[in-house]
């Protein structure tokens, strides 16, 4: 394996598409998603930098995930294409929108260069719902989560007013 990533140039279609609205504000979304500290807590272990063409490698467990930052804009977009070692590359996408009540409305896209590999839906159904709120949670007394599905949809309700989680599985065209 090379060190490059995206060799090649794919069409990407829409895998996985998951929405959640969170309390805290877009600044501390944003932090979360990008410091490395941060990231370990609910995600992978790793270096990373929101800045355009950086390239960072995060650590799951004996494999590595390497990435490169393909677009950053402070607490409104992130995207960035990876690949793990024995995978197709894809691309994260993550857009924050503020809320009236001084939340953030979280919009997650992970698209697939080859296939729609659905394995990776409980994951990322799994950082939205459970992983990135309790991070961002942390010292604000809200622990009061519960979980249930409905088909491909996912709900989170929480104690905490105006918090709804959505996780919706997309469906590729192949």
Known sequence: MTDEIGATEHTMEPALSFDAEYPQSPD??????TDPKALARWFLPG?????????FQFEM?????????????????????WRAEDEPESVVTWTLEPTEVGG????LEHTEAV???MSAAWSWGHVVTRALPQVLAAGEGRRGMRLSSHRN???????????????TKGRSNR
């Open 153 to 167: 949809r996912v709900v989170l309700a929480t104690s905490a007013p105006r918090v709804t989680f959505l996780a």
């Open 28 to 33: 501390r979304v944003w932090k979360a998603l």
């Open 61 to 81: 467990g004996r494999r590595r995930v390497r990435g490169e930052v393909i677009d950053a804009e402070r607490e409104r977009r992130l995207s960035y294409k």
């Open 104 to 107: 953030t409305r979280v919009h």
């Open 115 to 117: 296939g729609a590999a």
């Open 47 to 55: 270096d990373f930098e929101p800045r355009m063409g950086f390239r």
